[in-house]
Each structure stands twice: as C-alpha cells, then as structure tokens.
C-alpha cells in the first residue's frame, strides 16, 4: 500500500476508523501498530493528530489494566459515520486485515510489534518486541542512521519472530 496521508483531517479519520475496527476501543500501543503498519504518517504526526482529537472530544480515554484506553465519544461515532466512507476502500480493507490478524494473535496470547519511529532526519529507531500469555518474552529497540535500515528490520523481524527470537538467546548463551 503506498498511500501517505498529509490532511490533518484525513490522519484524524484513519484514526478513528482504526479505533472504530478495534471494537470501538484500543490502547495506544495498539493503535500505534496498527497506524504504523502501512506508514500512513511518522510517529509524531499520529500522536499530534491523537491528541487533537481528544482535545475535540471524538475520542475519550478510561484506564484499564494500568493502561490508558481510547474509545470512540457519540461525537467521534457520528463523525466516523459521515467521514468514513471518505477512507479508501484498499485502505479500509488493509485496515480490518491488520486488525483481525491483530485479534487473532491477541487470542492466542501472541503479540509481536515491530515499530519504525523517526526521530530526526539522521537518527531512526526500530522497536521490536514479542509478548506471550501476558509476558513480555523480548523488548529491543535498536537506533539506526537509515529509515531504509529500520524498517527493513522491522518488516524482517516480523516475518519469523520466533526464528530471530532463538538467535539472540543462542548468541547470548
């Protein structure tokens, strides 16, 4: 998928669309990964856009599990009404795929993450983690000079998790 959003208003839409498939609700880790999958945005801008929409009332948080939760306001579902059919279909396609391999690993008790964050022009971070039933099996973050760098790894990492996984434990051990 190659579409680059640029519209505050469109970043804002996708957003609420990602929250809407999540059920009407998502943390933002989750949010985060799902947004960042397609690299609709960098980081900065999503959480800018985040941000605003809490300020404007489309989303409310609640704390859950010692975690803040971003749920859709009534405001946030009517705008999600009439803004929603303004998403690409390819895009609101990718979107419920993302989302449901997402539910389906979470029922497992598998999550793997692999984040690409810009930092500066020259500065670039991946941040890889792999959680089962609850437990935080790897976090690594690794800074990197190159964007091109730090999404491959992140595109590799999670193409075999497990793999990458029993490779650092063997070359630690």
């Known amino acids: 998928m190659a ?3 640029t519209e505050s208003g469109e970043i804002k839409t996708i957003i ?3 929250i809407k498939t999540l059920g009407g609700s998502g943390d933002i880790s989750t949010v985060t990964d799902i947004f960042m999958e397609y690299e609709f945005v960098d980081y900065f801008t999503m959480i800018l856009a985040l941000g605003e929409l ?4 489309l989303l409310d948080v609640y704390r859950e599990d010692n975690c803040d939760k971003y749920i859709l306001s009534d ?4 705008a999600m009404e009439g803004f929603e059919k303004n998403i690409p279909l390819s ?6 795929d993302t989302v449901k ?4 690993r979470l029922e497992k008790g598998q999550v793997v993450t692999a984040k690409y964050i810009k930092h500066s022009e020259f500065d670039h971070e991946a941040v890889l983690s792999i ?3 609850g437990v935080s ?3 690594l973050s690794l800074c990197l000079g190159s964007a091109g760098d730090a999404k491959k790894i992140c595109k590799n990492f999670k193409k075999d998790p497990q793999r990458i996984y029993e490779m650092i434990i063997n070359g630690l051990l």
């Open 3 to 5: 579409y680059k959003f």
């Open 75 to 78: 405001i946030g579902k009517e």
């Open 54 to 57: 809490r300020e404007a009332g």
């Open 91 to 96: 895009v609101r396609g990718s979107i419920h």
């Open 137 to 139: 099996l790897l976090e």
């Open 16 to 18: 609420l669309y990602i």
């Open 101 to 104: 391999n997402y539910k389906m």
């Open 131 to 133: 959680n089962e039933g």
